[in-house]
């Protein structure tokens, strides 16, 4: 079940349809862009970016292994989509559509659909159990006097069985596609979002160093685990280890010997180059490679 | 008597400022004190305890730093070795000054205690090496682990 798109949205993947690229509808929870449908995931992924999966599955709720839907883009892969013309935002009013009323309405006509199923189901259950039981036990007796006492269980079974709506086996839908009936989660997602913005020199050389390493065909993560800023993968993520941890700074901008040793040293120990990444003023970017010399 | 010990064992102590290679590298007349002596460590310990070939001192204008270059045996690359203290801070565009010479690049820091770390640094992305072998496959590592369990 899909929130409704806005038309705009509509128009343009109607327009791309015929392209090889497919455009992708942002949820937009405050700044944060989320994706929830599958098939905006999907080309999210095929265009080497991957995301971070945030939503607990239905299953498996109480874990951080596995997650499902949405997808949180990092600001440089919403900013690179952006820039290819991949993505739009969903119009927050159409979200919050007020077709709360017919989704309920809906749900519990599926509900009293459900349960007319069910207990016809369970209605031949209860009548081919009794067959079975009464044939068994009378199994060498033959006659017309058996089958009439048969036909008589089975009429009684009949008008006196009613199905319980304890009874009733509910089916879940892990469908969902946004935020729209959620408007306690959605607040939540709001008031408290812990991503602090980089002040602007670093912020812009890490799009730079973002576009120029997905350009050439790499898989870019958030590297926070390892204090730096992308983790650099040669294909996707699910098929290699990481290559490289990129650190985005600027050429000018001072650094700490001490921060380039441990960074260094943690590299090592996790067979990974760490590289220094600086946009360059002709627009290119530099990259220096940091490797432990080996010598003891 | 032991004032007068004491300055007799004083001058022994200069034994780094009187060394010629000490010398010759402030009479390039760049960097501070700290980074001419840690240049002069470094250069100790690429002779003496590696046996490095062809050690010499060279300036940086860009830098204002005594820079090192030496080979490792005879007849390999030359490399650049930019010793520095650990305190001091560096920027890329720095570092990117000395790749330019074109030769391999080893940052050196030396710590205060003397202590020497060696970085190797290299322009574009060099890969990794792969992960050494042989690989046990963790998900049956896990199902022996609970076998044992039960």
């Known amino acids: 079940m899909e929130a409704p798109p806005c038309s705009q949205v509509e128009e343009l993947q109607q327009e791309q349809e015929h392209g090889s690229s497919l455009v992708v509808g942002l949820s937009l929870c405050d700044s944060a862009p989320l994706l929830w449908r599958f098939q905006d995931l999907k080309t999210v992924r095929s265009n080497s970016l991957v995301g971070a999966l945030l939503g607990s599955l239905p299953r498996t709720p109480r874990q951080n292994i596995r997650l499902g839907r949405p997808l949180l883009l990092m600001p440089e892969e919403e900013r690179v989509l952006r820039e290819h013309h991949g993505a739009a935002a969903l119009s927050a009013r159409n979200q919050d559509a007020a077709g709360a009323a017919e989704l309920r309405q809906r749900y519990e006509e599926e509900q009293q659909r459900s349960l007319e199923e069910q207990s016809i189901l369970a209605l031949e259950d209860r009548k081919s159990a009794l067959l079975r039981a009464m044939t068994s036990s009378s199994g060498s007796e033959s006659g017309a006097g058996s089958d009439e006492a048969l036909q008589c269980r089975l009429l009684a079974l009949e008008q006196n069985f009613s199905f319980p709506r304890s009874a009733l086996a509910v089916q879940l839908s892990t469908a969902r596609a946004g935020l729209s009936q959620c408007q306690e989660d959605r607040a939540f997602l709001e008031a408290d979002w812990p991503i602090r913005e980089q002040d602007s020199p670093r912020r812009d050389a890490r799009y730079q160093v973002f576009r120029d390493l997905w350009g050439r065909g790499f898989f870019l993560t958030s590297a926070g685990k390892f204090g730096g800023d992308f983790l650099v993968y040669p294909g996707d993520p699910l098929r290699f280890h990481a290559h490289f941890i990129a650190v985005c700074l600027t050429l000018d901008e001072s650094i700490c010997m001490l921060d380039v040793l441990s960074v260094a040293r943690l590299g090592s120990n996790v067979k990974k180059t760490v590289l220094l990444c600086s946009p360059a003023p002709d627009g290119s970017v530099h990259y220096t490679s940091l490797q432990w010399s080996g010598m003891m | ?150």
């Open chain 2, 1 to 150: 008597m032991s004032g007068a010990k004491a300055s007799e064992k004083a001058p022994s102590a200069n034994w780094i400022l009187q060394h010629p290679t000490y010398q010759q590298m402030k009479e390039l007349n760049v960097g501070e004190s700290e980074q001419i002596h840690a240049a002069f460590l470094v250069y100790m310990d690429l002779t003496e305890v590696r046996r490095w070939k062809e050690v010499s001192c060279v300036k940086s204008l860009d830098l204002q730093v005594v820079l090192l270059e030496a080979r490792e045996k005879d007849g390999a690359p030359v490399h650049t070795v930019l010793p520095l203290p650990v305190h001091q801070s560096l920027c890329h565009q720095s570092i990117r000054q000395v790749l330019d010479r074109g030769f391999p690049m080893l940052l050196c820091a030396v710590a205060s205690d003397s202590t020497l770390v060696y970085q190797r640094m290299t322009d574009g992305l060099v890969t990794p090496d792969p992960p050494v072998g042989p690989f046990e496959d963790t998900g049956r590592r896990q199902h022996r682990k609970r076998r044992q369990h039960r």
